[in-house]
């Protein structure tokens, strides 16, 4: 274990050693990629099975499933996924290919449209806003500046969103209509939200009555651990405190079978499915449902998903493992940067020492390795304290995510000091 530095000597020599050590890193021309949060081949072979779809193309109930229509999207993958999201079968409906786009499409339809509850449309607001709980997830953050929602900072705790910060401004503030939940292995902490703070969300007093949680449970099912965490029910709560139309539910499976090639399913109340469906009956004439009969046929069955799971889980956990390792080794009780060790999703998040994100991004680009821009877990690029690194671990092979991390782990230690010597 590494001490702090306790003199200036002790300082200089560390930033002198960090400063050699990234030369000689400079001069390897590396070309490391730790920036999106995506499955590596090995895990997308996996899936290569899905490709292959044997037997009638009907649905269980006979539908021929080459044909239009079905707009709530296939009953018997529904059935395999409402568990997991904690969405009754008849309220969730399995969409196309991304639950960002449904993302979207919740806040187009609610821009055009009324929402249930709903006074007007939300263009028809002098503002909307929208709670971001931060560090958060960027393609979030750039749907709000793409629809011109200001965005309002929340600061997050270990048990999810800072409740006090957000009941308080729910309350006060009609112009905010939303907030951005991952509730379950966050990205980028790996956070998972309290049994108190969901049942606080879905109890709240909130000034607009069209105010919605927008719950993206990307990472419902991506359990690092045997010990998978359990989520209060949203939906549930939602309606036992009389809120019943709060809640968007959204999920997928891009990181379940293939990312891009999968199903997304939003999931709500029965007025706000209604209403969804009343809005996207206009949009399409039914999913791809020759998708959704693979993917049915592929994981078969709930607990065939979370045998599939397992084994994603046993590619990617090494992985995790290897990053905690190597920042302990070159980092651990230096007091220049903390990390998550989360039990799932996609994400560590490195802390570094305030004002040095930016300056690690920067060296880490020079050694050639290639992280997720400082600031992106922020909304409008900007992380006040530029402090927060996040780093995507499943994509690279092993090797090379360890000779990145510890890579990246020079650059820390080497912007580090020189602040502290500064
Ligand atoms: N939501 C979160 C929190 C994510 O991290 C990601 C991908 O990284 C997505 C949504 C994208 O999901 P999809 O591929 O279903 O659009």
Redesign the pocket.
């Given at each position: 274990m590494n001490a702090p530095a306790s003199t200036i000597e002790e300082l200089t020599a560390q930033r002198d050693r960090a400063s050699q050590e990234h030369a000689t890193l400079v001069a390897r021309g590396l070309k490391l990629d730790l920036t999106r949060?995506k499955p590596s081949p090995r895990q997308l072979d996996l899936t290569n099975d899905l490709v292959q779809v044997d037997g009638p193309l009907t649905s269980a109930d006979g539908t021929d499933l080459r044909n239009y229509g079905g707009l709530q999207g296939l009953r018997e993958l529904r059935e395999i996924f409402s568990g997991e999201l904690q969405v009754p079968v008849e309220q969730l409906l399995a969409a196309g290919n991304?639950?960002?786009?449904l993302m979207h499409d919740a806040l187009v339809f609610a821009q055009l449209g009324t929402v249930p509850g709903g006074e007007r449309r939300w263009v028809d607001e002098p503002e909307v806003k929208f709670l971001c709980p931060v560090p958060g997830?960027d393609?979030h953050f750039a749907l709000c500046e793409r629809f011109g929602i200001t965005m309002v900072q929340v600061p997050m705790t270990p048990d999810g969103p800072d409740m006090d910060v957000v009941e308080r401004l729910v309350a006060e503030d009609p112009a905010v209509k939303g907030i951005w939940c991952?509730p379950k292995y966050s990205?980028p902490d790996g956070t998972v939200y309290s049994d108190e703070t969901v049942r606080r969300l879905a109890a709240m007093r909130t000034a607009a009555p069209d105010f919605r949680i927008f719950w993206?449970n990307?990472y419902a099912v991506h359990h690092l651990t045997d010990e998978p965490a359990e989520i209060a029910d949203l939906l549930a709560l939602c309606a036992e405190h009389g809120n019943p139309d709060r809640a968007f539910v959204f999920g997928?499976t891009?990181k379940i079978t293939f990312?891009?090639g999968g199903v997304?399913f939003f999931g709500s109340s029965p007025a706000n499915v209604e209403w969804w469906l009343s809005c996207t009956s206009k949009r399409h004439i039914g999913p791809d449902k020759i998708n959704q009969l693979r993917h049915v046929r592929f994981l078969r069955d709930a607990d065939g998903l979370r045998e599939h799971m397992r084994q994603h889980a046993a590619l990617i956990r090494p992985k995790f493992e290897a990053v905690d390792k190597i920042l302990t080794e070159e980092l651990g009780g230096t007091g220049l940067a903390s990390w998550t060790k989360p039990a799932g999703g996609?994400f560590i998040s490195l802390r570094v020492l305030d004002g040095c994100a930016r300056a690690v991004v920067a060296k880490a680009k020079e050694a050639g390795i290639a992280l997720t821009p400082a600031g992106a877990t922020h909304p409008y690029g900007d992380d006040p304290t530029d402090s927060v690194i996040r780093i995507a671990p499943t994509f690279p092979e092993q090797a090379e995510l360890e000779e990145a991390i510890k890579g990246l782990a020079t650059c820390v230690r080497l912007v580090c000091t020189e602040k502290l010597l500064a």
């Amino acid at each position: 274990m590494n001490a702090p530095a306790s003199t200036i000597e002790e300082l200089t020599a560390q930033r002198d050693r960090a400063s050699q050590e990234h030369a000689t890193l400079v001069a390897r021309g590396l070309k490391l990629d730790l920036t999106r949060g995506k499955p590596s081949p090995r895990q997308l072979d996996l899936t290569n099975d899905l490709v292959q779809v044997d037997g009638p193309l009907t649905s269980a109930d006979g539908t021929d499933l080459r044909n239009y229509g079905g707009l709530q999207g296939l009953r018997e993958l529904r059935e395999i996924f409402s568990g997991e999201l904690q969405v009754p079968v008849e309220q969730l409906l399995a969409a196309g290919n991304s639950s960002l786009e449904l993302m979207h499409d919740a806040l187009v339809f609610a821009q055009l449209g009324t929402v249930p509850g709903g006074e007007r449309r939300w263009v028809d607001e002098p503002e909307v806003k929208f709670l971001c709980p931060v560090p958060g997830y960027d393609r979030h953050f750039a749907l709000c500046e793409r629809f011109g929602i200001t965005m309002v900072q929340v600061p997050m705790t270990p048990d999810g969103p800072d409740m006090d910060v957000v009941e308080r401004l729910v309350a006060e503030d009609p112009a905010v209509k939303g907030i951005w939940c991952v509730p379950k292995y966050s990205n980028p902490d790996g956070t998972v939200y309290s049994d108190e703070t969901v049942r606080r969300l879905a109890a709240m007093r909130t000034a607009a009555p069209d105010f919605r949680i927008f719950w993206d449970n990307a990472y419902a099912v991506h359990h690092l651990t045997d010990e998978p965490a359990e989520i209060a029910d949203l939906l549930a709560l939602c309606a036992e405190h009389g809120n019943p139309d709060r809640a968007f539910v959204f999920g997928s499976t891009s990181k379940i079978t293939f990312a891009g090639g999968g199903v997304a399913f939003f999931g709500s109340s029965p007025a706000n499915v209604e209403w969804w469906l009343s809005c996207t009956s206009k949009r399409h004439i039914g999913p791809d449902k020759i998708n959704q009969l693979r993917h049915v046929r592929f994981l078969r069955d709930a607990d065939g998903l979370r045998e599939h799971m397992r084994q994603h889980a046993a590619l990617i956990r090494p992985k995790f493992e290897a990053v905690d390792k190597i920042l302990t080794e070159e980092l651990g009780g230096t007091g220049l940067a903390s990390w998550t060790k989360p039990a799932g999703g996609y994400f560590i998040s490195l802390r570094v020492l305030d004002g040095c994100a930016r300056a690690v991004v920067a060296k880490a680009k020079e050694a050639g390795i290639a992280l997720t821009p400082a600031g992106a877990t922020h909304p409008y690029g900007d992380d006040p304290t530029d402090s927060v690194i996040r780093i995507a671990p499943t994509f690279p092979e092993q090797a090379e995510l360890e000779e990145a991390i510890k890579g990246l782990a020079t650059c820390v230690r080497l912007v580090c000091t020189e602040k502290l010597l500064a």
